[in-house]
Structures are given as C-alpha cells and as structure tokens.
C-alpha cells in the first residue's frame, strides 16, 4: 500500500449547512470572528456529525467543547454507568449522575450548554459487529477509549469505513494525541503494531491520572476535530503531540505509513483484555458468582481453604468490597518488592477485579510464580455487586 502525507490541510471534511438561525450568529460569534472559520465554517460545523467513543476522561472535554462550539450532531457510545471514582477527571458528569449511565449524563449536560445539538445515545460496548455501522453514520469518529483492544477495533473501522480518526491517550502526567486516517495518512496500526506485551502497560485504574491532563487532552482533540471538519489550519495527520504536564514539555514525532501493511479491509474482534494476552493453553480457569458464594460458604463452615485476592487498587477495595477478600493490588504483583507473593503456593487462589482484565494479569503472574491453583472470578466485582447487593461488605465510603 502505498500513501503520502498531504503537504497541506485536507479540503473540508463536511459540506456547510444551508444557513445559520440569528440565535446561531450570536451564539457563535466569536467563531464567525475567525477569518479562517468565518460563517461559512461554522454552517460545516452545525451540519457535522461526529461519533465519540467513550464518555469519560477524554470524551468529557471533548464533547462539552464540540457542543459549545456547534456541533450539529453529537455520537456517543458507552455503555458503562458514572462512579463517584470518575469524578476526578470525568467533568461531563456530576455527583447526582453516579450510578446513571454515562450516555445518559453527558446528553443532559450538553442539553444544559447548548440546546441545539443532537444527541445520539449509543449504551452498548464496542464490537466488531457493531462498529461499522456505527461509524457510517458519522463524518469523524474520535477515539476516547481506554483499553488498547478497543483503539484497534475504532482504528479498523475507520479504515474500512475510511472515517478520519482523532486519537488521544493518557496515563498519570503525560498523554499523546493525533489523527489517523487511512485514505490519506497513516493509521493506529502504524504508530502501533501490536499491543504491548502483558503487564507493560497498566492502565488509569492502576497508575493513576492526573484529572487536569484529561481536559488538556481532550481540548486538543475536540480543535483536532474542528480543522478537520472546516477545513482550518494544519491537522496532527502523520504527526504525534506528546505532552508531559510534569515537566511542561511538548514535543512532536512524525508517523509514517507501513507501505508493507497490508489494507484494513474487514473488523476483526480483537477481544476486550484490554492489552492483557492470555494464551488459550495457560488461560486460568473461571469461577461463576454462584460458585464463588458457595465456596465462601464452605470456607465460613471449614469445608474449603483458599485464599480470595481483590487485585484493584487499595482505595477501589477500601470503597466496596466481596466479604472475606484481600487487598492485593496488581500494581504490588507487578512490582519487584518483598513479600508480593507472601502465599504458599499450593494455596487454591480465587482473584477478582472490576470486570476481568487485571484479574487474568494478575491470575498469570501468580501462576508464573509457582501456584498451581489460581481461578478468575468471572465478571468481577460488576457481576459480583450485580448478583448478590446485599453482600454486607458492599458498601461505599464517604467521600473525603
């Protein structure tokens, strides 16, 4: 495959509406003001329709920045609900939105900042069944996600569907932003072949983040967005920004496109490990909800000895909890300090997290270091808090 970098802006990504209602040309004055978005530029961006995957970290300045600036048409696919963990950094909700689905904060709080932009709620998961018509119906899609599997899968679908892709990526004080388009520049697949390897890439969840860094991020991507709908100054197309809030720093890398990849021409599932790979042979055996009670039933009475091992961070366990489960972060697995594999190997194992990912990581590294019984609870502590909410350790702590 063979593809140049334009050496200018791509023409406009979306045609202009016909015209703009008098409450518009004051709402969008300061816009209209800009000699190189003019009127003209702003009927694109009313006509526009843009598809954001995800409503959190990223996705919150993203689409509050989109809709105050116009608009029209507003995409959001989530299906995850607001926790009050979120709040750090997830500005599009509020402490009365934990608990209510993510798709459902962020339409009212863009209803409260401008009234005439269409929302479209999307409450479902990401699929390589899904994605394409999804993304058919939008001019740009902009990717906020925060699991490796999924940036491939937003990164396939638009190659296929050949949609411009705004990109970004944050973890603790740095994050990289840019865009991929497969017709005229190079995709994710380009910046990053293949996944990182298991265990070199913890996420938010595990590292930390700072809630700032998202709204600079963020703000970046929704401007990416707006060149590319009207046309305006010279898009991050083949080019990566990467920021260090730490230290202040910004600095540019270009990408190339693989002239040896081979065209994206269908979405292959990808799973959802969120970067963790689990070979089919060493894969760790399952535990249901139900099993799990009536292991921990027999444990109370003296039938059953083993270990129950809450792999999220302190603070997640701190909040809500499975009675009788210990805090043992992956983070401390990961590590190399004293005392992290502090069990005796032929200790039967049960691990859980959030929904799977860290507890498949985690159930690998102590299989790797010598137990020989380890089991993943399946579904996590979502399924868990699903099944049995009377557990009397399921419990929230007061905010401080």
Known sequence: ?????????????V??????????????SRHILLPEIGGIGQRR??????????????GSPVLLYLA????????????DRVEASNLQRQIVHGVGDVGRLKVDSARDAIAAINPLVDVRTHPVRLTSENAVTLFEAYDLVIDGADNFATRYLVSDAAA????????????RFGAQVSVFWSTCGPTYRDLYPDAPPPGTAPSCGEAGVLGVLCGVAGSVMAAEAIKLITGTGRPLLGRLTVFDLADGT????????DSDRPPITEVRSQGDLCGVSIPASGAPDIITVEELRTSLFERSSGQATFELLDVREADEHARARISGSRSVPLSRLRGDGPGRFDLPSEL????YCKAGPRAHAAATLLSDAGHRDVRVLAGGFDRWTAVCPADPDHWQAPSI
């Open 1 to 13: 495959m063979t593809t140049t970098l334009p050496p200018v802006a791509p023409p406009p990504l």
């Open 15 to 28: 045609a202009p509406a016909p015209t703009l209602e008098f409450a518009e040309l004051d709402r969008y």
């Open 45 to 58: 961006l009313k006509n526009a329709r843009v598809l954001v995957i995800g409503a959190g970290g990223l």
């Open 68 to 79: 105050a600036a116009g608009v029209g048409t507003l995409g959001i696919v989530d299906d």
């Open 160 to 171: 296929v569907t050949g949609k411009p892709c705004v990109w970004g990526s944050i973890l």
């Open 250 to 257: 910004w600095r540019e890398l270009r990408i190339l496109p």
């Open 348 to 351: 039967p194992i049960i691990v």
